[in-house]
């Protein structure tokens, strides 16, 4: 790494790809960071699950009176509870935070590159659904799970040049 | 069950407005300033995340009647959509391997589709 401080990549790192193309090392960390956002996201695909379904437990016309002042509200039940439900609120920030990453992933990597890799998160539903869901792992799934990896890896190896 | 046209119509929108909301998360990342002030003041990346977050409510809506098998497949749209609007908007090389990796991962989310039945 250049220590001049004429190197215009010491001037601003944020933005040193833009000025020289971003470099194997940031392409490859953008990878994993992009994997690392389909794994927060298919955790938070679980929560927002679990959350929405003990939603769907709440009788769909009951409503929670609220006053504020004059106002007199009737607000549905289900969205109620829906803001108080600790899955739902978790649920929804590991997705904020997911974003971020991916953000953070875009600055260095090329979108055509890195938009597939969220592929990923449906290998990732797919085991937290046999894992957590108990549903059952077919031909089907394993198939898929399998040439979703190899069309990653491909990308992986493409990004990273 | 059935999948009712309505809820293909949600996904193939789903996955349009979503490619377009990756557009402006990428676009909103090359100019990314890491102050209070400059993260307010990028709309693109503001456009991006409204891009998905509407997205990702049509898909519900779409995704709530209908056999996964069928719908799974429209979603991975969006990687197409993408993959163009990446050469158009961004200037990005369209290479073999990348043509290669979206068939391989239309393909598994088919096939993941099918398994969900």
């Given at each position: 790494?250049?220590t ?11 933005n040193?790809s833009?000025?020289n193309g ?5 392409k490859?960390?953008?990878?994993w960071?992009?994997v690392?956002?389909?794994?927060l996201?298919s955790?938070a695909?679980v929560l ?10 709440i009788?769909?016309g009951a409503a929670?009176?609220?006053?504020l ?6 607000i549905?039940a289900?969205?109620?509870a829906?803001?108080?439900?600790p899955a739902?609120?978790?649920?929804l920030a ?9 953000v953070?992933?875009?600055?260095h990597g090329?979108?055509?590159?890195l ?12 085991i ?5 869901f ?5 031909m ?11 069309g ?7 990004g990273?040049? | 069950?059935?999948?009712p046209?309505?809820?293909?119509a949600?996904?193939?929108?789903a996955?349009?407005?979503?490619s377009l909301?990756?557009v ?7 100019n ?11 709309w693109?990346l503001?456009a991006?995340?409204a891009?998905?977050l509407i997205s ?5 809506l779409g ?8 719908l799974y ?5 969006s990687y197409?959509w993408?993959?163009f609007?990446s ?6 090389p369209?290479?073999?391997?990348k ?8 393909a598994?989310?088919?096939?993941l589709?099918?398994?969900n039945?």
């Open positions: 790494m250049s001049s401080t004429l190197n215009p990549s010491t001037l601003n790192p944020l040193s833009a000025l971003p470099t194997t090392a940031q490859r960390k953008a990878l960071m992009v690392a956002f389909t794994l996201a955790v695909q927002i699950k679990t959350g929405a379904n003990a939603l769907n437990r009788a769909p929670v009176a609220v006053t002042g004059p106002l007199h509200l009737h549905s289900t969205i109620v829906g803001l108080a439900s739902l609120i978790g649920g590991l997705y904020g935070i997911g974003a971020a990453m991916m953070l992933a875009l600055q090329e979108l055509s590159v938009y597939p890799v969220i592929s990923l998160s449906y290998v990732w539903v797919a937290l659904s046999v894992a957590i108990h549903e059952h792992m077919n089907f799934r394993v198939a898929g799970i399998a040439v979703i990896i190899a990653v890896a491909i990308l992986g190896r493409s990273s040049r | 069950m059935t999948t046209a309505s809820s293909i949600w996904v193939i929108f996955s349009f407005i979503g909301g990756a402006g998360l990428k676009a909103g990342a090359k990314l300033q890491l102050s209070i002030t400059a993260l307010a003041a990028n693109r503001h991006g995340v891009g998905y990702w409510v049509f898909f519900v995704v709530k009647t209908g056999d996964l098998s069928i497949p429209m979603v991975s749209l197409i993408t993959l609007w050469k158009w908007f961004f200037g990005e369209l290479t073999r391997g043509f290669a990796a979206l068939g391989l991962i239309l598994g989310v088919a096939l589709g099918l398994g039945r």
